[in-house]
């Protein structure tokens, strides 16, 4: 429902109640579903540049556990900060409602940062995508076609440097970014090899995502058994979104002039005292290249990156799997669940459905 003559519409929010001491994993406590009113007539002020949305789906996403502790000045740049007491900020598809920017008008659909809550101000809209395709779900734009699609797509093509032919392993590979790192591997004509977290998300990478094999982590006492067995010849392409005891077993496995992708490191994020590596020594003595990288310094190949993936989704090339929760009541604990693995593919909120 829409304000009208100045009325105020309720607007259910998240809001991120305080910040979080290292080595803490975040629980539903951490965060309050609570509602607020919202004069959407009066929202935008005279000459601003800010556009009105309602919300429609939201993104829950690894790197938001780092914005949930208190960021240094080098991150707040390109992270949005979550300040406690307001709603949690993060990827979402929105429908604009009213815009005091030129780029956007009444009706547009958009993807890029918001809040968790029916209607948002995003006072930096410069930083959200018009979204041009439709006649795919919207939902995508939250994952396959919006933030996490795009870390894929740069982090493999644009860092990893791939050949057709190499062998590619993948950490995370049932997550919103694996499970596309795979399958633009398989398009390239690469081996490739994912790790995941339960048998059901095993299953899923061999049986539908078309990876040639997968294991579940969580039942390898041994990882650096389970890489040899799964390369015997070693590996080309590590795409890592982990860290931790699995790059380091990774480590002795890379072949000579072999590339690792630091996308992520999740085993990290909530330990006090990050682990140590111990094999470091193979990236001198196998000249390894190992690169991290921001999505953001990539958004500019946005349009090449669509006129790419587009058709690969149409053609049934590409799938991509949801895990869908209903209603921002629920979105604290499908937030929470990512960082226990306990979400299946790209975690999504819905808002609404219109």
């Known amino acids: 429902m829409e304000s009208k003559n100045g009325e105020g519409v309720r607007n259910k929010q998240d809001i991120f109640r ?17 509602e607020s009113t919202i004069e959407l007539t009066r929202a935008i002020a005279e000459g601003s540049s800010g556009v009105l949305v309602k919300n429609l789906y939201l993104s829950c996403d690894p790197y938001m556990r780092n914005c949930m502790g208190e ?19 993060g990827y979402g598809v929105a429908r604009v409602l009213e815009s005091g920017h030129p780029n956007f008008k009444k009706g547009d659909l958009v993807w890029g940062i918001t809040g968790w809550e029916e209607y948002s101000l995003i006072t930096a809209p410069e ?47 049932a997550g919103a970014v694996g499970q596309l790192v795979g399958q ?11 790790s995941a977290g339960s048998r059901e998300k095993v299953d899923l990478l061999k049986n539908k995502l078309g990876f ?26 590590y795409f890592d979104n982990v860290g931790g005891r699995m790059l380091d077993a990774v480590l002795p496995n890379m072949k000579l002039h072999g590339r690792i ?3 992520g490191m999740i085993s990290q994020y909530s330990l006090e005292q990050p682990e ?7 990236i001198l003595l196998k000249r390894v290249r190992m690169q991290g990288f921001l999505v953001f310094d990539y958004y500019h190949l946005y349009p090449k990156f669509l006129e790419t993936v587009l058709p690969q989704i149409k053609e049934g090339k590409i799938v991509y799997v949801e895990d869908i929760v209903e209603g921002l009541e629920n979105g604290p604990a499908a937030l929470v669940g990512v960082f226990y693995g306990r979400n299946v593919g790209k975690q999504v909120v819905v808002v609404s459905r219109e």
């Open 18 to 34: 305080d910040f979080i001491a290292n080595g803490a994993f975040p629980t539903e406590s951490d965060m309050q579903v609570t």
């Open 71 to 89: 960021l240094p000045d080098s991150a707040q740049s390109y992270i949005a900060s979550f300040q406690p007491g307001s709603p949690i900020p």
């Open 127 to 173: 930083s959200c995508f018009k979204i041009e395709h439709t006649d795919v779900p919207l939902s995508y734009y939250t994952g396959l076609l919006g933030m996490p699609g795009m870390t894929a797509y740069a982090g493999f093509f644009e860092v990893s440097s791939p050949k057709k032919g190499e062998t590619v392993f993948i950490s995370a590979a």
């Open 184 to 194: 633009f591997a398989k398009l390239l004509g690469c081996y490739v090899v994912g």
């Open 212 to 237: 040639d094999d997968a294991f579940n982590y969580k039942e390898e006492q041994d990882l650096d058994a389970v890489l040899k067995r799964c390369f015997p010849e070693g590996i080309d392409v």
């Open 261 to 263: 992708t630091v996308c």
């Open 276 to 282: 140590g590596m111990y094999n470091l020594m193979n």
